[in-house]
Structure formats: C-alpha cells, structure tokens
C-alpha cells in the first residue's frame, strides 16, 4: 500500500445506541478496540479524526420512521462510545441522514483541512458508511476502508458492503497495520 494522500479518518455512528442502546449492533464491540488503535495512530501522526454522528430530531426525522427513535440529538444514545475517547482537536460533525455529507459541514471541513483521502471507519458498511462514502466519492475525495474498523448487523451486510464499495468507488480495504504504515 502507498502512503495515503492527506489523510482524515471518518468515524461514522459508532455512539452508544448502535452499540449498546436502541439499534444495538452485537459486532460493533468486535470493532471498537481495533477503531481506538487506529484513531490513536492516527491522532499521533496529525491525522484528523472527524466523528459523523447521527444526532436525530426526535417525531420529525424520516430514518426514526424506518429504525425506531434512536440517536436523538442531545441524549446519552447519540454520544460516541466512551472507548474512542473523542478528543479536544477531533472534530464532530452532526448528521440527520444516512450520509455523514447530506445537509452537513463535512465537505468544508475536509477542504478546509486539505483532505484528499477519507478512510471510513464504523457503522454500517452497507448504509451510513455507504452513502457516506458515496458523497466522498462524487465530491472528489479518494474512498478507502479499515476493514477491522467497519462492520455491519450482520456478515453478509459488511461483506455487502465492501463489496459495493470496492465496485463503485474504488475503495480497497486495509487493515490498521497497513492503515498506520501509509499515515
């Protein structure tokens, strides 16, 4: 693997509800000590860390009609889990929908950072992390995927969803070793 070209990671909805609360995701805490390494690797090499949360309106957000209230901004379920430890120089970008880009600052944020390539990490490959990365795609970004960082409810949706990703935006999947050597 090449270096990555200025790199950021993006950290999607890995907060308490998918993990432990409301849309609990029992393979979201295989994936939490392997995302900690990788978000300090990548904060001791001047990586941005940027967290793409959901922080839904509660009787108003089209996805709680589909999944059930969860992530409602300003409660404990829309917090990152406490095990990625978010830190004063992160950033933290609010989301209503599936894509961390849709309706957000994120596309400023990463040009105002000189980001040219986004690795995607989180929740889940074959939805938020998908469609995130689509945006990332058609905005111009280049997509890649820590595969030990990423996962979904269930294998074939991650399998799914890598596959997709691999197809139609090109992103190869790494692991944190050859993530943190390409810093």
Known sequence: MEKLVKPAILVVDMLNDFVTGALTCERAKAIVPATAKLLDAARAAGVPVIFCNDAHIKGIDRELALWGDHAIAGTKGAEVIPELKVCEKDYVVPKRRYSGFFQTDLDILLRELGVKTVVMTGLHAHMCVRHTSADAYCLGYDVVVAKEATDSFT??????????????????????????AAF
């Open 155 to 180: 294998e074939e949706d991650y399998k799914a969803g890598l596959a997709y990703l691999k197809t139609c935006y090109g992103a190869d999947a790494y692991s944190n070793e050859e993530l943190i």
